[in-house]
């Protein structure tokens, strides 16, 4: 442990980009980062039922803190989809109260998640598994988005889909073209702006635009209403009733540390900077869900999309992440009534199509076409996200995963005859032995989801006294498929055939040892190391069987 922290915490090297003018380029990449994380915190404040002011303080706290410690020179962190995704049935079932207290037991359970080095573990995620709930987070944020695109208040409901057809249901009773105009503006002008130049601030510039249209026409919409100038002081958010709140902390800091550990692998793959440190990363967000409770934030994960701007714009080190964090600040500060006039359709459309530049279709047909197994486990990954939440879809997704994985492999296993042994024999015993010896070898995995088949081929065995099994070729064994070869041993031997089995692994020995699978060959001197053995051993048995003693006979008269 006293060898972890040193590594986890920051050091003079994360700032080495800043020689010459790197600082120029990250104090620009920073800026740029902030004017596109503005109207993205403040939407998923508003989408996660917490209010546009936790949004806010989560890109300002949780932002810098993580710039700091994470593990990625740059990753920028804050609210996200994903998380309001997450959020929003924890809010509809305990309220809003609990949620700066979820983030900071989220924050300890992830960093000591780095701590214990295991930031690696995202790496055993099937890519279908990540592309499904993506999809499905990429559908329910849309879905969320759907009362107050309409302009109409949030209908009861806990699905978000049955929520979204109540909303529309109610438009439709008292239908509003102004809101739908708005909601068309701010949509149209974030989906086409990127086009004219990437470096542009398309969902600003929508919400601008929106806003300053909604005044000038005096359209009756909703507006996000005012927020605070500073942030506010840290204090420990309610200690009561943590038991209750285990569960959902668990999924928030299983949801953080995936997104966060995903967006920073992205981060890498866009920068000639030397890879960052997944254990790190893990420690820094932990600290950063902690430090965000404490200031009455939301939980945050590195996002993905403010990541890419950042690395785009040019950025080197830490600096700009930081940048952006103290920029958020000083625009909380000093336009923070300007901000409340935001009208709710406004951010609403933004959220639409953030949600739907999530879904790459190229990968999604990609992965259609790659496997029926990867299809449905696509599939299930981001139906399950749909209809419950996003720990549910990835234990469905990767149990199905797993499933398939198995199936396959346990089909890689073979029941090979092997000629190897009669080989061995003289001309006058070859044909002696291939009348009363079978050999076999045993290719491929021997596990819980092949031995079925092994036993029910090998216990099918009829006319021989000896049956030679070649455990040499093995890649794995487990203990139902050690057990399975002592049951074929046992149903052999009741038949009176002797079973030969050549080892040459003792990690294989041991456990066929451990399980009882030899019991039945104890003091027969049948568990053999070489081909040669087994030979004699066979040549003993078969000269017992009256073809065998005939053999023998003639071989003396001769």
Do not use: C
Not at 120 to 142: D, K, M, N, S, Y
Not at 223 to 250: E, I, W
């Amino acid at each position: 442990m006293s060898g972890t922290l040193p590594h986890l915490l920051p050091s003079r090297r994360d700032f080495d980009g800043l020689a010459g003018r790197g600082w120029m380029a990250d104090l620009t990449a920073g800026v740029t980062v902030a004017i596109v994380a503005l109207p993205l915190a403040l939407a998923f404040g508003v989408a996660s039922g917490v209010g546009a002011t936790a949004g806010m303080i989560t890109a300002v706290v949780a932002g810098a803190v993580a710039a700091v410690f994470g593990g990625s020179s740059l990753q920028v962190s804050g609210p996200t989809g994903a998380m309001t995704v997450v959020l929003i049935p924890i809010v509809a079932s305990r309220g809003v109260g609990v949620v700066p207290t979820i983030a900071v037991m989220a924050g300890v359970v992830i960093a000591v998640a780095g701590v214990l080095r295991l930031g690696r573990l995202v790496t055993l995620l099937p890519w279908p598994v990540i592309e499904g709930f993506t999809f499905g987070i990429a559908v329910v944020i849309a879905a969320q988005q759907v009362p107050s695109a309409l302009g109409v208040a949030k209908p009861p409901g806990a699905n978000v889909g049955v929520v979204a057809a109540r909303a529309v249901a109610r438009f439709a009773d008292h239908p509003d073209l102004a809101v739908l105009g708005l909601l068309g503006v701010a949509i149209a002008l974030t989906a086409v702006v990127p086009r004219l130049h990437r470096t542009l601030p398309a969902s600003l510039i929508a919400v601008v635009a929106t806003t300053s249209l909604a005044g000038l026409t005096g359209a009756h919409v909703s507006r996000l209403g005012s927020l605070p100038s500073r942030l506010p002081a840290p204090s420990m958010p309610p200690l009561a009733h943590l038991a209750g709140l285990v569960s959902p902390a668990l999924v928030v800091a299983t949801l953080a540390a995936l997104e966060s550990l995903l967006s920073a692998r992205v981060a890498d793959g866009m920068s000639d900077r030397p890879p960052g440190d997944p254990d790190r990363e893990l420690f820094g967000q932990g600290l950063a869900n902690v430090a965000s409770g404490l200031f009455g934030g939301l939980p945050a994960t590195g996002a993905l999309a403010r990541t890419a701007v950042n690395a785009r714009s040019g950025a080197r080190t830490r600096l700009a992440a930081l940048v952006h964090a103290l920029v958020l600040a000083a625009l909380m500060a000093s336009a923070a009534s300007l901000v409340g006039k935001i009208p709710l359709v406004a951010l609403a459309g933004v959220l639409i199509v953030t949600a739907w530049r999530m879904v790459e279709r190229r990968t999604v047909r990609s992965v259609l076409r790659s496997s029926k197994s990867d299809a449905a486990v696509f599939v299930l990954t981001g139906a399950g996200t749909i209809a419950f939440d996003l720990v549910t879809a990835i234990e469905i997704g990767v149990g199905v995963a797993v499933v398939a994985v198995l199936a396959k492999l346990a089909r890689t296993a073979q029941l090979v005859p092997d000629e190897s042994l009669f080989e061995l024999a003289d001309a006058e015993e070859h044909a002696l032995l291939r009348a009363h010896v079978l050999v076999y070898r045993l290719d491929g995995p021997l596990f819980f989801g092949a031995a079925g088949r092994f036993l029910a081929e090998l216990t099918a065995v009829t006319d021989v006294r000896v049956v030679v099994l070649r455990l040499g070729n093995l890649v794995l064994l487990d203990a139902t498929g050690a057990r399975a070869i002592g049951e074929i041993i046992t149903q052999l031997a009741d038949r009176h055939v002797a079973v030969l089995l050549k080892v040459t692994d003792p990690v294989h020995l041991r456990l066929l040892r451990a399980v009882g699978a030899l019991d039945a060959l104890d003091g027969t001197g049948h568990v053999l190391p070489d081909l040669t053995s087994a030979l004699a051993h066979a040549r003993r048995h078969v000269l017992r069987t009256p073809a065998g003693a005939a053999h023998a006979l003639a071989s003396v008269d001769a």
